[in-house]
């Protein structure tokens, strides 16, 4: 991994250290869970050393197996409920009957009670339950405009959820191998993450629910990997049976334009552009260019970055992905 530096208390000097991937052990509130963290190695005398950044990641490691082994929401999920729902930290907390303050906290790292968990779990996963909050609890916002605007994304949302996120991506992956032709597994990955990224920035949430890890050759979601794998190089054959793929105007319309925009580059090519892009980079971090590895990449950098791409382009409508992948070739093959 790539060399940094901090000061090592065995060296007394500032020197370069390198990360390491390690299987830790840690007590926390009388218990003691096991997760993946990481250690810091002077390249000098070898020793151990302490690094901030390092004891951060390794607090959120522990908090994380904390939240899964007690059923808590995780954080990632905690901090997409605004976004889903087009909602403030405050408005939200109102609306819940909460302090004003108490959803920012948690949306901060703070660990919810176990009673605030499973109300903000529901929230996350059914939007009908969201809606009816939403309706019962409007007095108590303070502009009418947080109302409309939570109410029309909630009612996108379930015009789009008829289907749960697990059918979803099925939906998605039958219909990219039924439109394009000659789709190897390499180049299906490529065009499912654009379709992720791409949706949410026109319509502000994901198309599904499944996290994508940052493999050696892009971004990878890995039910769809090994369903898929025995094709390797090859394209994969499909049945030319009818099928109604139940996607909505707007699903339909983004994944047309990636499919024309996109499908008519390589997998290979596809694979180059991600490599250039910021949730791959950041989410491999200093890892070597050939290590496996299960990170995922966070949502929270799919949506920000093609959100920027879409303001930094000037894209008004999907068709305008084609200036997208135009561009990308030209910065990497041209």
Same mark, same amino acid.
């Given at each position: 991994?790539?060399?940094?530096?901090?000061?090592?208390?065995?060296?007394?000097?500032?020197?370069?250290?390198?990360?390491?991937?390690?299987?830790?052990?840690?007590?926390?509130?009388?218990?003691?869970?096991?997760?993946?963290?990481?250690?810091?190695?002077?390249?000098?005398?070898?020793?151990?050393?302490?690094?901030?950044?390092?004891?951060?990641?390794?607090?959120?490691?522990?908090?994380?197996?904390?939240?899964?082994?007690?059923?808590?929401? /995780?954080?990632?999920?905690?901090?997409?409920?605004?976004?889903?729902?087009?909602?403030?930290?405050?408005?939200?907390?109102?609306?819940?009957?909460?302090?004003?303050?108490?959803?920012?906290?948690?949306?901060?790292?703070?660990?919810?009670?176990?009673?605030?968990?499973?109300?903000?779990?529901?929230?996350?996963?059914?939007?009908?339950?969201?809606?009816?909050?939403?309706?019962?609890?409007?007095?108590?916002?303070? /502009?009418?405009?947080?109302?409309?605007?939570?109410?029309?994304?909630?009612?996108?949302?379930?015009?789009?959820?008829?289907?749960?996120?697990?059918?979803?991506?099925? *939906?998605?992956?039958?219909?990219?191998? /039924?439109?394009?032709?000659?789709?190897?597994?390499?180049?299906?990955?490529?065009?499912?993450?654009?379709?992720?990224?791409?949706?949410?920035?026109?319509?502000?949430?994901?198309?599904?629910?499944?996290?994508?890890?940052?493999?050696?050759?892009?971004? *990878?979601?890995?039910?769809?990997?090994?369903?898929?794998?025995?094709?390797?190089?090859?394209?994969?054959?499909?049945?030319?049976?009818?099928?109604?793929?139940?996607?909505?105007? /707007?699903?339909?319309?983004?994944?047309?334009?990636?499919?024309?925009?996109?499908?008519?580059?390589?997998?290979?090519?596809?694979?180059?552009?991600?490599?250039?892009?910021?949730?791959?980079?950041?989410?491999?971090?200093?890892?070597?260019?050939?290590?496996?590895?299960?990170?995922?990449?966070?949502?929270?950098?799919?949506?920000?970055?093609?959100?920027?791409?879409?303001?930094?382009?000037?894209?008004?409508?999907?068709?305008?992905?084609?200036?997208?992948?135009?561009?990308?070739?030209?910065?990497?093959?041209?």
């Amino acid at each position: 991994m790539k060399n940094k530096e901090t000061f090592c208390e065995y060296c007394r000097k500032d020197v370069l250290y390198t990360e390491k991937d390690e299987y830790m052990s840690a007590e926390l509130k009388g218990e003691t869970y096991n997760y993946y963290g990481k250690v810091a190695v002077c390249d000098e005398c070898t020793n151990e050393i302490f690094v901030n950044e390092i004891n951060d990641y390794n607090l959120k490691q522990l908090y994380n197996e904390f939240r899964k082994q007690h059923n808590i929401i /995780s954080l990632e999920k905690t901090m997409e409920i605004p976004q889903k729902y087009n909602i403030g930290k405050r408005p939200l907390s109102l609306l819940l009957g909460w302090g004003e303050q108490t959803f920012s906290r948690y949306y901060d790292g703070d660990m919810p009670t176990q009673q605030y968990s499973a109300i903000l779990q529901k929230i996350y996963e059914e939007p009908e339950y969201y809606l009816s909050i939403l309706e019962s609890n409007k007095d108590k916002l303070k /502009s009418q405009s947080s109302y409309e605007k939570s109410k029309l994304a909630t009612q996108m949302l379930l015009g789009t959820q008829q289907i749960s996120d697990t059918e979803k991506i099925e *939906v998605v992956v039958n219909y990219l191998l /039924s439109k394009c032709e000659d789709i190897t597994p390499l180049a299906l990955q490529k065009l499912l993450y654009y379709v992720q990224g791409f949706y949410y920035a026109f319509v502000n949430q994901f198309i599904f629910d499944e996290n994508c890890e940052a493999w050696v050759h892009g971004p *990878v979601f890995r039910e769809v990997y090994f369903k898929y794998r025995e094709y390797r190089f090859d394209p994969i054959s499909v049945s030319d049976t009818a099928e109604d793929f139940n996607l909505t105007v /707007s699903e339909k319309a983004i994944i047309d334009s990636v499919i024309k925009n996109l499908s008519c580059y390589s997998g290979k090519i596809l694979e180059a552009f991600t490599h250039a892009e910021t949730p791959w980079l950041a989410t491999r971090g200093d890892l070597p260019a050939t290590a496996s590895t299960d990170r995922k990449i966070e949502k929270k950098l799919i949506s920000d970055y093609f959100t920027a791409v879409k303001e930094k382009n000037n894209m008004l409508n999907p068709s305008d992905i084609g200036v997208y992948s135009k561009k990308m070739f030209g910065q990497i093959f041209m």
